[in-house]
């Protein structure tokens, strides 16, 4: 088989346009593996395609049902599929791994401030300073204070 290009599609609901779709992404990797006649190890991916999932009907559960009352399902309207894509965000933009990673030299910052360029540098790497700028800028002010509570 000879071609000069290929560009397969997954398809994704509407209301997930912004965050990534492990689902998605399975269904392509799964195509291309039988178009190439490969098998390919998908079990990581297919978990996160499991949780993605699962996340997403909690989300449209809490959003269609606010006070845990148990009615037909009403169609999702514009402000409940961007209330989603916030909500989803959380858990697409930033492996759990990179999240604890953070976490922990937040807790490091604090007794050692010579963390901090180590902190920033990560959040850097993923893209998400300005997700944690409050954050890491008080880690300063903090700083500054337990300074200025010093004795002389």
């Known amino acids: 088989m000879k071609f000069d290009g290929l560009c397969l599609l997954g398809e994704i609901p509407l ?3 912004q965050i990534e779709n492990p689902k998605a992404s399975l269904a392509v990797l799964n195509k291309l593996g039988k178009m190439l006649k490969i098998e390919v190890e998908a ?3 297919s978990e996160q395609a499991r ?6 009907e909690k989300l449209i559960n809490f959003i ?10 009403a169609p999702i309207g514009e402000d409940e599929i961007e ?19 953070i976490e ?9 401030i ?3 360029a180590e902190l920033k540098k990560e959040l850097d790497h993923w893209n998400i300073y300005k997700d944690y700028e409050d954050r890491f800028l008080d880690l300063f ?3 500054g204070n337990q300074e200025e509570k010093k004795p002389n």
Do not use: C, W
């Open 15 to 17: 209301f997930s346009i």
């Open 43 to 45: 079990s990581g991916l």
């Open 51 to 56: 949780v993605m999932d699962q996340e997403i």
């Open 64 to 73: 269609q049902s606010p006070h845990g009352e148990t009615q037909a399902p």
């Open 83 to 101: 209330k989603i894509k916030k909500s989803l965000t959380l858990y697409t933009k930033l492996p759990q791994s990179a999240r604890e990673k």
């Open 104 to 112: 922990k030299l937040f807790q490091e910052v604090k007794t050692n």
């Open 114 to 116: 010579s963390k901090a």
């Open 141 to 143: 002010k903090k700083s």
